[in-house]
């Protein structure tokens, strides 16, 4: 049976990336000025995170666009693999920015400065909003894209970073204390990093070719063990190519004789697999049940 390596998940998420970049590329501008023009590190804070989630959405469109491409002589897997390096930089890339941020609060706290309340709170609100209105056009393919994923997680954690920011600006209202402002970024840096570390786990998952979280490979290869005819199975390997591209190979040592016989055994392993585990692309290689495993 031949199997397409396409991925229909990134077909989906296209448009969905173009819209969530234009809403998050916008917003970004406003609040760097913003917090520019009040001193609040918050809002700096948040607008920096807002432009890793602008770059985290570009990158996703470039590697969805390559992931699309069709397989080649020299690129027999295609380009899916782009799609999880993309994810893989994103979350290195928040690491980075939150590491910034947390020295800049370090020596707020140490001098802060007088912040502007009144012009503070109206951006982080609209932040907020724009927030949710991405993480809606993302919700229903970050299920499937690790590069979706990625780009959602971000734009939750920047919502509740846009939160922060507000809960700054009431406690610096009621307080006078500046250096809320300082703390609450600190907090932002925290949900950054937290927000990033799935998803670079996942990725290197992924580019070591280790077994998907989703998958038990123990109850795969009892499944297969259970199939009528499978004596035996070996070599088993489960690993992804991309999100939602899992895939299979193994040997498994048959007692039928026939090639008909042969290829129903196999044929009737790879549609348990399909059907019981999601797993499309499937490599068996029957073998005799006298044969030595090598």
Not at 26 to 37: N, P, T
Not at 116 to 133: F, H
Not at 228 to 254: A, T
């Amino acid at each position: 049976m031949e199997f397409s390596h396409e991925n229909p998940h990134s077909a989906k998420a296209f448009k969905p990336l173009i819209f969530a970049s234009i809403l998050t590329f916008g917003y970004f501008v406003i609040e760097l000025l913003g917090g520019l023009f009040t001193k609040s590190l918050a809002l700096i804070a948040d607008s920096s995170h807002m432009a890793g989630d602008f770059f985290s959405l570009a990158l996703a469109l470039f590697a969805n666009y390559l992931a699309r491409r069709p397989i080649n002589a020299g690129k027999t897997y295609g380009y899916h693999r782009v799609e999880v390096l993309a994810g893989l930089f994103n979350a290195m890339t928040l690491w980075v920015i939150s590491g910034m941020i947390a020295m800049n609060a370090l020596g707020r706290l140490r001098n802060p400065p007088v912040i502007n309340i009144d012009l503070m709170m109206p951006i982080a609100a609209l932040g907020l909003a724009v927030n949710i209105a991405c993480a809606l056009l993302l919700k229903y393919n970050a299920r499937t894209n690790i590069n979706v994923r990625g780009a959602y997680l971000n734009v939750l954690s920047d919502a509740l970073g846009s939160i922060g920011t507000i809960v700054a600006g009431l406690l610096i209202y009621a307080t006078g204390n500046p250096a809320f402002d300082a703390i609450i970024s600190g907090f932002i840096c925290v949900l950054i990093i937290a927000s990033s570390l799935k998803l670079m786990l996942n990725s290197l998952n992924i580019l070591l070719e280790g077994a998907p979280s989703h998958l038990d490979v123990e109850k795969i290869r009892l499944e297969l063990l259970a199939v009528d005819g499978i004596k035996e199975v070996h070599d088993l390997h489960v690993w992804s190519l991309g999100s939602g591209m899992d895939m299979l190979s193994g040997h498994i040592r048959i007692h039928v004789n026939g090639d008909k016989r042969i290829l129903a055994v196999v044929e009737t392993a790879a549609a348990r697999l399909r059907e019981r585990f999601g797993i499309e692309h499937t490599t068996l290689q029957p073998e005799p049940a006298a044969s030595k495993i090598v």
